[in-house]
């Protein structure tokens, strides 16, 4: 089997450009990415907010790239540097505000439903790694606030072992944490999250299940 | 000196109740997220109503 590529000239099947492209065609089909229909269920406020938690994140992540480029100084003294501080603050409580409303919604609706696991499974620990980078943010304001979070966390983190693998007291080690290391496994994470919302839908109301289900699973929703 | 020890008399408000501490802020907050989540339920969607059929495609 072969694939026509541009110039005309046949793509063989076995090409690693042709694999890609239909593995990303199984996992979500074309159409299901970036739909612009939605299942009636769906005209409601609770499905708003994880795309609100996806909007604060990329807030939290644009105003922390602009943090970066300014330095510890700039965020302290500048006004400037004040207010994108305060931004980044500001944006992860929203994100953290939306993410747990959005956990509430999908627990009462039983998200995980219609083989969707994966999909609650992906969140739980998008959540669990957004404590953990929120929590280093707290160790990288360099003021008194992040060492008396550290001293006190170090204990704790002490008392159950994990200690040995990192050090809270070192703000060089968390600050890279923060900005480079977890942001990128949570970025992952989410990333993998969303593309399995979208590969199988939103899950419907638990009084909706049944024969239309099948309705909307023929229509691709599911 | 005198505005730090002026931030450490204000540590805060608590509620105590039994085993139950939390700061006053934190509990407005937790509340507050609670009458957004009833409010995101409650609220009707806008143009719901002139929405017909399901249109599951997608």
């Known amino acids: 089997m072969t694939a026509a590529s541009a110039g005309g000239e046949p793509t063989p099947a076995g090409s690693w450009t042709v694999r890609t492209r239909d593995r990303i065609t199984r996992i979500v089909p074309p159409g299901q990415a970036l739909p612009d229909r939605q299942p009636a269920y769906m005209s409601s406020w609770i499905y708003v907010f994880g795309i609100l938690t996806v909007a604060a994140l990329l807030v939290v992540v644009a105003t922390g790239v602009l943090l970066a480029v300014g330095g510890v100084a700039w965020w302290h003294v500048s006004r400037t540097g004040h207010f994108v501080n305060s931004l980044h603050l500001w944006s992860v409580e929203l994100f953290f505000a939306f993410m747990v409303i959005h956990l509430w919604g999908k627990f009462w609706m039983a998200a995980w439903r219609g083989n969707r696991a994966l999909t609650w499974m992906t969140g739980v620990v998008a959540f669990l790694g957004s404590i953990g980078t929120a929590f280093t943010g707290y160790l990288s304001q360099s003021n008194f606030d992040s060492q008396w979070i550290s001293t006190q966390a170090k204990d704790g983190l002490n008392a159950v072992g994990v200690g040995a693998y990192f050090n809270v007291l070192n703000p060089g080690q968390m600050l890279m944490w923060h900005i480079t290391l977890l942001p990128l496994v949570l970025g992952a994470i989410v990333g993998l999250h969303l593309v399995l919302v979208r590969r199988h839908g939103i899950v419907p109301p638990i009084d909706a299940e049944g024969p239309d289900d099948v309705d909307l699973q023929e229509a691709g929703a599911l | ?58």
């Not at chain 2, 002026?6 to 501490?21: K, T």
């Open chain 2, 1 to 58: 000196m005198r505005n730090g020890v002026v931030l450490m008399d204000s540590g805060g408000r608590y509620i105590d109740s039994g085993v139950i501490q939390i700061s006053l802020t934190n509990a407005i907050i937790i509340v507050a997220m609670i009458v957004v989540f009833a409010l995101a339920i409650l609220l009707p969607f806008p143009g719901r109503g002139r929405r017909g059929g399901r249109g599951g495609d997608s």
